[in-house]
């Protein structure tokens, strides 16, 4: 099955540090998104693509997050510095913009800001 | 899981039973709706679909229901099993493509 690869699956930074995390979307599909999912907020859109292209990011926090696509197979979600209320799990999902519009999500990046 | 945890709507379940879960969305320009399922320490998983020109659909074991007068979403789940017992989600998609998700009813079958 196709499958969102999402690495790594946990990690644990210390306040200030930089995080950097990884999707590889699945073959073929032009619209990725990264959302974050809390206990208190659930899940929380913070930037999407199509095409390799931003099209909204103004669910996050502009002073520290930053989304790229550096090409098809890869999108990234950088915080810097991060901070203990970035703690989360982090979810990149891919989907295509015609036909079956059921976006896949990876498996996600849990995040411990400590 | 990480996901999601002590605050959601519960919804308990007798094994074999019917389970019917309830969405309210929000926006009335919404022109496609999902229902995803996320188990613990897993990604939501796409379950069914439906759009706004339709008002009821139906696959394996589940149907998906539409109310857009009242902006209503339910998921109706047949003959619950244990492999039901998880969080469901709703989402709506607008205009772009932007999905927006529901807070999510956590599902517990009993044996």
């Known amino acids: 099955d196709a499958r969102v690869t999402q690495t790594p699956r946990h990690k644990v930074t210390e306040m200030g540090q930089e995080v950097t995390m990884r999707c590889q979307p699945i073959?073929?599909?032009?619209?990725v998104f990264w959302y974050r999912q809390t206990m208190m907020q659930g899940l929380e859109l913070l930037a999407y693509?199509?095409?390799?292209?931003?099209?909204?990011d103004s669910g996050m926090p502009k002073d520290r997050f930053s989304a790229e696509m550096p090409d098809a197979t890869l999108a990234t979600l950088k915080i810097q510095p991060s901070e203990p209320r970035d703690s989360a799990v982090y979810f990149c999902?891919?989907?295509?913009?015609?036909?079956?519009?059921?976006?896949?999500f990876g498996s996600g990046t849990r995040l411990t800001v400590v | 899981g990480e996901s999601v945890g002590l605050h959601l709507p519960t919804l308990s379940v007798q094994e074999g039973d019917n389970s019917i879960i309830n969405c309210a969305y929000s926006?009335?320009?919404?022109?496609?709706f999902i229902w995803y399922k996320q188990e613990s320490g897993k990604g939501p998983q796409f379950i069914i679909d439906?759009?706004?020109?339709?008002d009821k659909r139906q696959g394996q074991r589940v149907t998906v229901l539409l109310n857009k007068t009242v902006k209503h979403l339910s998921l109706q789940i047949a003959a619950t099993q244990p492999g039901d017992s998880a969080v469901y989600f709703c989402?709506?998609?607008?205009?772009?493509?932007?999905?927006?998700f529901g807070g999510g009813t956590r599902v517990l079958v009993k044996p």
């Open positions: 073959l073929g599909h032009n619209t």
């Open positions: 693509f199509r095409n390799r292209a931003p099209l909204d």
């Open positions: 926006n009335s320009a919404s022109d496609y």
């Open positions: 439906i759009r706004s020109n339709m």
């Open positions: 989402a709506e998609k607008a205009a772009g493509n932007k999905l927006t």
């Open positions: 999902a891919s989907g295509p913009s015609r036909g079956r519009e059921g976006y896949t």
